[in-house]
């Protein structure tokens, strides 16, 4: 394992690399990106650690660019996105880069029960309630955003208060999210999330990573490993079955670095169409916990992603149809990989898996960190 990341691996354990490293770490902004369709100013924040640069969005807390270097040092930008907010409003938009919520992945039906009451929410993945919903979901509303030094770097936080009842969740909602780019390539974001009434939470990133750039052609060169044994099975509507399988001997055993292409077609005749599981993230003594580790063999880039959660799901474009992102640049089918860390799909009605319910008086609290090398 190469040293730097060996450091960066025991920096999020140790919290030491890191808080050496920031003071080169810059932020700036926030720069007019336009408004929505409501006429609400949309506004970009833009984070610099190392040779990283990292750019946000207030519209749903989103991550629209990540300039990486390769290994000779040549960046590139390798998330997919838009230019312009109108992009970021259509129906070209597959939730690119931004935070999901209330709860992320699939609530089967869209209903669920809590203390005797049911809950109908928007049904906009039929059968099924996708990503919080409807028209009011995380990624779609205008976050605050603030900008923050902290001991690992610099920072931006994103602060959003979501009523009672929006999109049919019960409860008052503060919830931020706040990315922090340190000086080594390594970006946290940590959310948190207070409520005044019990309900379900379960927030997420959804950037669309192509490590040889957004846009470049698919992605099925990329080598991947998932620190997971195991993986939560689907039915034909991708809703977990409640049960917990190894990988072991299926298309989803990554315990050593596999090609995303090598067994994906064994993939595309079931509901999944592809890669799109929520792998169980194996036990680890310290947290956040190494969960999956994507490399690009032509740049070198490296992607790594260490999570507090116990779930982490991965998925290859298998909806991308060619829409123009940034630049005019074609996002196609298998064009890009999600490693979305969370707390299991549908957990909400599977009594078996951890809860995703928040209760009046306790703090959600979760940390994704995405290193980028080149190597
Ligand atoms: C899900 C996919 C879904 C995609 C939508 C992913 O998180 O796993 O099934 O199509 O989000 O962008």
């Given at each position: 394992m190469p040293?730097?990341?060996?450091?960066?691996?025991?920096?999020?354990?140790?919290?030491?690399c890191l808080m050496n490293a920031a003071s080169a770490a810059e932020v700036s902004g926030p720069q007019p990106f336009g408004q929505t369709y409501e006429g609400t100013p949309v506004e970009r924040y833009t984070l610099t650690g190392g040779k990283v640069t990292v750019r946000l969005m207030n519209r749903g807390a989103t991550i629209t660019e990540v300039l990486a270097p390769d290994r000779a040092g040549a960046p590139a930008d390798i998330v997919l996105g838009f230019d312009d907010v109108a992009g970021y409003e259509s129906e070209a938009n597959q939730y690119f880069?931004?935070?999901?919520?209330?709860?992320?992945?699939?609530?089967?039906?869209?209903?669920?029960?809590?203390?005797?009451?049911?809950?109908?929410?928007?049904?906009?993945?039929?059968?099924?309630?996708?990503?919080?919903?409807?028209?009011?979901?995380?990624?779609k509303v205008v976050w605050q955003?603030?900008?923050?030094?902290?001991?690992?770097?610099?920072?931006?936080?994103?602060?959003?208060?979501?009523?009672?009842?929006?999109?049919?969740?019960?409860?008052?909602?503060?919830?931020?999210?706040?990315?922090?780019?340190?000086?080594?390539?390594?970006?946290?974001?940590?959310?948190?999330?207070m409520t005044d009434r019990p309900t379900p939470i379960n927030l997420t990133n959804h950037s669309y990573f192509n490590l040889a750039g957004a846009g470049s052609g698919t992605v099925l060169d990329h080598e991947v490993t998932m620190y997971a044994d195991s993986y939560t099975p689907v039915d034909t509507n991708l809703i977990p079955t409640g049960k917990i399988d190894p990988v072991a001997g299926t298309p989803l055993d990554f315990t050593s670095p596999k090609r995303i292409g090598e067994r994906i077609e064994q993939l595309t005749k079931t509901p999944t169409l592809g890669y799109d599981?929520?792998?169980v993230v194996r036990k680890a003594d310290k947290l956040p916990a190494a969960a999956a580790r994507v490399?690009?063999?032509?740049?070198?880039?490296?992607?790594?992603?260490?999570?507090?959660?116990?779930?982490i799901q991965f998925y290859t474009g298998n909806f991308l149809t060619g829409q123009p992102g940034k630049g005019g640049k074609p996002y196609i089918y298998r064009?890009?990989?999600?490693?979305?860390?969370?707390?299991?799909?549908?957990?909400?009605?599977?009594?078996?898996?951890?809860?995703?319910?928040?209760?009046p008086g306790e703090v959600y609290k979760q940390t994704c960190v995405y290193v980028f090398t080149a190597e």
């Open positions: 040293s730097r990341l060996v450091c960066l691996i025991s920096a999020v354990s140790l919290g030491s880069g931004c935070t999901v919520g209330r709860v992320c992945n699939r609530i089967a039906g869209g209903k669920f029960t809590l203390d005797g009451r049911q809950y109908q929410l928007a049904v906009n993945n039929e059968p099924n309630h996708l990503h919080g919903g409807g028209k009011r979901s995380f990624d955003g603030e900008k923050l030094v902290t001991p690992r770097g610099t920072a931006v936080r994103f602060s959003y208060a979501s009523p009672d009842g929006e999109e049919g969740y019960p409860g008052n909602v503060k919830a931020t999210v706040t990315y922090i780019l340190g000086d080594d390539g390594a970006l946290w974001i940590e959310w948190e999330a599981h929520n792998f490399r690009e063999p032509k740049s070198g880039r490296t992607l790594t992603v260490f999570t507090t959660q116990p779930g064009g890009a990989f999600c490693l979305e860390t969370q707390h299991f799909p549908d957990s909400v009605n599977q009594p078996t898996f951890p809860t995703v319910i928040v209760k």
